[in-house]
Each structure stands twice: as structure tokens, then as C-alpha cells.
């Protein structure tokens, strides 16, 4: 089965065009819309685009490989339950999940959407992988391709250990998913993605086009406030996962005595970042924090670190619409969030790799500019991701591929 057909509908002067409003048909009834996540277990970022999906989408039904967030986390992103798979029924499944990634290749073709007309992926493992039937629209908001099946299997691999007859084994499971995750991509009628970095992975991967449309930043809730800044405060913000790379932040921290460094989050890697920063008094582990937490010690830093090669990166830009720039590493979805180049306009500064001397690096140079980014560049930069942007965005975008598929 090859690629569904990508064109929009055009109006008669040969434009783009919302032609299914002006047709003397009668109206379609409201397609019957389903949402479907890889998994709901901690929030992070494509949980916050889950959200924001949702509200785009009021109507909507949730499905996800399984569900176990905390009650107030869950209530966050989303006001109805979700259908999940058998997956749920494991025990202890959000701290195994990691393992089961062959099983839930399978897992995702048991959600039942036939009732649907309408299906919304919110993808960064699995989800595209939904069956889907004759006369549905299948719309993929792809996160990422399947990292750990393309781009960073070895790096994947080297960050867990895995080694020797072990890793022979997972290459050859991680080829078989590759081959899977590829097929897959015909059962998406569109792509629409979140950064230009991620639009060239699919074209490279998929062999598929698709429409750029940047993760929702919420600027109402992350804004400047009255508070003094911190001059030699840093603040980093992430799940603690090997990728994130928060292992290489708290190692270029230990070189720099004389600042303070506050890392926010939970995972994985949680106890060794405890282990490195042993010692190192001016090196703060919280753990996770709520919102809230998290807002406030925005406010307060003098910039915001970001050591990951990341798909796009929703905290960075939380942190500049608090006002507070931005030391990322000059890679991946960070390039089209952050401006870190000479001007008024400027809100961070980039470094090349993720060492810790580059970081440390980094550091020095940013408190060495002559002229330092302004809060209201900051501030300006983030409103461009306001969430009613994205909402409006994806509507349409659901709107034009639903009039192109046809009374089914």
C-alpha cells in the first residue's frame, strides 16, 4: 500500500482553498474525531501537545498504548479518560515500558478506531502505527521518527549499555522495527510535524512531505514578573533521560564553582546525576517540581542550559517567555527556537557539542557579552508559539485533509 494522496483542494482560480464551504452540497456531519498518544505516563512535552490537540478538539476521544499518570498530572492534559490498550493491564507498566518496545509495535494495531472518522497521532514511537480504514483521514503530528530505529540507534544503544552479543541482538530487533515504523507511514494521510529538523527526517526516512507546525508554548502562564534575577544562577529543566544529556550540564557545573546550578526533573538517569554532583554544594538536584516551582525558578536564573539534540524543545522557550536566555547546544530543533546571534533581537547563545568543557565554555562567554540579551527579545521571541496559533493551525489542517478524503 503506497502513500495516500498528499494534495490539498483547490478553488477555482486554482488556489488553496477551504472549498468544501462554498459547494451547494449539502454539509458533512461533524467527523467523529479520535486522538491517539504513544503513551500518557509523565508530562513532557508531547504530553503538553496532547493537551493542546485535545482543546483543539473538544469532542474528540483519547486513545494511548496505557495511562498511568498521577491524578493531578492527568488532569493537566486531559478531561476525559483514554482508551487503552492491553498493555495497561501489565504490572508495573510505566517503569517497564522502556523494554517492551517490540510488544507494543503490536499492541498499537489493537486500538479499535473503525467508529472514527478522523484520526489524530500524536507521534514520537508508535502512534502512527494505528489500522485505519477505507474513508478515514489519518493525520500524523509526528514528535520525531522512531529515534532509537533511525538517527541515534547506536547512540541509543552506547547510552545504555547495551554491548556485545546484546547489542547484536537489539540491532537486528531494531532493524525489523525500522522496517515496521517505515511500512507504517502509508497509513498516514498527513504529516504535519514540529520543526524543520524533524520535516527533513521524514522526507529522509518516510519519503514523505509535510507541514511545519511548531509545539504550543503556553506565554499566558510562563511571563515575566517582578522578581530580581540571579546573577549567577542556571537553571535546567528536563526528563532525565541519557539523550537529554543533563549528565554533561551537572559535569560542566562542577568546573564552574563560583555559579549555581539548579537541575529540575525526574528519571532514569536520576541517581547518577545525584552521584555526579556529590560534593558540589553549589549543585542542586529537586527533582520534579510543580509548574508553579518550575516558573518561578525561570524567573529568578540568569539564563537557562540546554544540552539535547532535540526535535524542537518546548522548556527553552518557556524559559524565554519568562525572559531568560537561553545557552542550548547549536543542534537540532533549538536553531529555530532560540536566536543566538549579534543584535537586539537576540535571546541566547549557542555552543557547538554537548562536552562539558563546551558547556562550561558557553558560560563564560555569555556573562562576557558586551551587550546580553534583553527580556523583551526573549519575551517577543516565545509570543510566536502562542497556543491559539497552533489550535487554529491544526484545525485547518484537519479541516482541508477531512474535505479531500471525500463522503465516505
Known amino acids: 500500500m503506497g502513500p495516500r494522496p498528499k494534495s490539498r483542494p483547490q478553488s477555482p482560480d486554482g488556489q488553496a482553498g477551504h472549498t468544501f464551504l462554498r459547494v451547494s452540497a449539502p454539509p458533512r456531519p461533524t467527523p467523529r474525531i479520535a486522538i491517539v498518544a504513544d503513551w500518557l505516563h509523565q508530562v513532557g512535552g508531547a504530553e503538553l501537545v496532547v493537551r493542546e490537540i485535545l482543546r483543539a478538539f473538544p469532542q474528540a476521544s483519547l486513545f494511548a498504548l496505557f495511562d498511568t499518570m498521577r491524578p493531578d498530572d492527568r488532569a493537566r492534559i486531559a478531561d476525559r479518560p483514554a482508551v487503552t490498550s492491553y498493555l495497561q493491564r501489565i504490572p508495573d507498566i510505566g517503569t517497564r515500558y522502556r523494554a517492551l518496545l ?26 502512527k502505527g494505528v489500522r485505519t480504514r477505507p474513508g478515514q483521514f489519518h493525520l500524523c503530528y509526528c514528535h520525531s521518527p522512531m529515534r532509537y530505529a533511525w538517527d541515534k540507534r547506536e547512540t541509543y544503544l552506547e547510552d545504555h549499555g547495551i554491548r556485545g552479543v546484546k547489542a547484536a541482538v537489539a540491532r537486528a530487533l531494531l532493524e525489523r522495527i525500522r522496517r515496521w515504523d517505515l511500512s507504517t507511514a502509508a497509513r498516514v494521510d498527513r504529516f504535519v510535524v514540529n520543526s524543520r529538523y524533524v520535516a527533513e527526517r521524514v522526507r529522509r526516512h518516510y519519503g514523505r512531505d509535510s507541514v511545519v507546525l511548531h509545539p504550543p508554548v503556553d506565554v499566558g502562564f510562563f511571563a515575566p514578573a517582578d522578581v530580581v534575577r540571579e546573577p549567577d544562577l542556571y537553571v535546567t529543566a528536563s526528563r532525565q533521560v541519557p539523550y537529554k544529556r543533563i549528565d554533561r550540564i551537572v559535569e560542566a557545573f562542577r568546573a564552574l564553582p563560583d555559579r549555581r546550578l539548579v537541575v ?30 518550575l516558573r518561578d525558578w525561570l524567573r529568578r536564573a540568569h539564563a537557562f542550559v540546554f544540552a539535547a539534540d532535540e526535535d524542537f524543545g518546548i522548556v527553552p522557550l518557556e524559559a524565554q517567555a519568562c525572559g531568560t536566555p537561553v545557552l542550548a547546544l547549536g543542534q537540532g530543533g533549538a536553531l529555530e527556537t532560540v536566536n543566538g546571534y549579534e543584535g537586539l533581537d537576540r535571546t541566547g547563545m549557542f555552543f557547538p557539542d554537548d562536552q562539558p568543557a563546551s558547556i562550561a565554555d558557553a558560560v563564560r562567554r555569555f556573562e ?5 540579551p534583553r527580556a523583551e527579545a526573549c519575551r517577543a521571541n516565545a509570543e510566536r508559539f502562542h497556543v491559539e496559533r497552533f489550535r487554529a493551525a491544526l484545525r485547518h489542517e484537519v479541516e482541508m485533509g477531512w474535505a479531500a478524503v471525500g463522503t465516505p
Do not use: K, N, W, Y
Not at 109 to 120: N, P, S
Not at 267 to 282: C, V
Not at 368 to 372: I, K, Y
Open 102 to 127: 517490540p510488544v507494543m509495535v503490536h499492541a498499537i494495531g489493537t486500538l479499535d478506531l473503525r467508529a472514527f472518522d478522523v484520526i489524530v497521532s500524536s507521534h514520537h514511537s508508535v502512534a
Open 368 to 372: 562576557a557579552l558586551t551587550v546580553a
Open 264 to 293: 529540575i526533573g525526574d528519571g532514569p538517569q536520576h541517581a547518577r546525576l545525584r552521584d555526579l554532583a556529590a560534593g558540589a554544594a553549589h549543585i542542586q538536584l529537586l527533582g520534579e517540581l510543580p509548574r508553579e516551582a
